[in-house]
């Protein structure tokens, strides 16, 4: 399985922009990149994932390198709930490795200051 | 819709008992994957279920085993229990098999060893 490189932790204002980067220097042209955190006392939560480009959802939005070798998770205004740790995860689409299995490394703890 | 519930949510047991833990899906899931969260280690995948069969395993000794019935409703199981099993069970389910389903955690049993 691919590997996947984050800082251990970031710091971040409460109501400005969190870039959370992950490097995946390994990645296999089937593998989609998936953001999950797991918030305090809680089990992880699905983000946002994407394959090649950018994407936004409600709660974020993922910029996808060009080489795909790197990605960033955007929280365009950080508040408090989003203090939790952010993990960068590749997930194989090939059709011959189908599995709901994670793989988490030890991800980004995000503190959000007031 | 209700989420992934884990009982019990807390547990102690004492070295060499055994123990049983038990995840409900979401409903309509059919893929249900336990994880171990330690401080040490982070968060590893133990198993994963697929319309009862045990579709994928994690790099764990044989005392871990679980199953899963024709509800979708899942059990896992330790045996003769280790300090070292002290940790956090998360279970999580998916509605297919792929690895493009979003996983969906509940919010664990917490299980200590004495």
């Known amino acids: 399985d691919a590997k996947t490189t984050q800082p251990n932790s970031m710091e971040s204002n409460e109501e400005e922009p969190v870039h959370l980067p992950c490097n995946h220097s390994t990645i296999s042209g089937t593998d989609y990149i998936h953001w999950y955190r797991q918030l305090p006392s809680q089990g992880p939560e699905y983000v946002i994932h994407?394959?090649?480009s950018n994407v936004n959802n409600r709660m974020a939005s993922l910029a996808i390198a060009e080489d795909r070798k790197s990605s960033t998770l955007i929280l365009h205004r950080a508040t408090l709930r989003d203090a939790a740790v952010y993990y960068c995860i590749l997930r194989d689409l090939d059709g011959s490795s189908n599995t709901g299995k994670l793989i988490f490394g030890q991800g980004t703890t995000l503190q959000v200051k007031p | 819709k209700a989420g992934v519930t884990q009982t019990p949510r807390y547990l102690i047991k004492t070295r060499g008992q055994q123990v049983t833990l038990s995840c409900s899906p979401i409903?309509?899931?059919?893929?249900v994957s336990w994880y171990q969260q330690t401080p040490g280690q982070g968060l590893q995948f133990l198993f994963e279920?697929?319309?009862?069969?045990?579709?994928n395993k994690g790099n764990f000794p044989g005392r871990f085993s679980g199953r899963q019935f024709s509800n979708s409703r899942s059990e896992m199981n330790v045996s003769t229990l280790e300090l070292g099993d002290s940790a956090l069970y998360l279970c999580a389910s998916s509605w297919g098999q792929s690895s493009y389903n979003e996983q969906f955690f509940g919010p664990g049993t917490r299980l200590t060893v004495l």
């Open positions: 994407g394959l090649t």
């Open positions: 409903s309509g899931h059919r893929s």
């Open positions: 279920y697929f319309s009862e069969t045990q579709r």
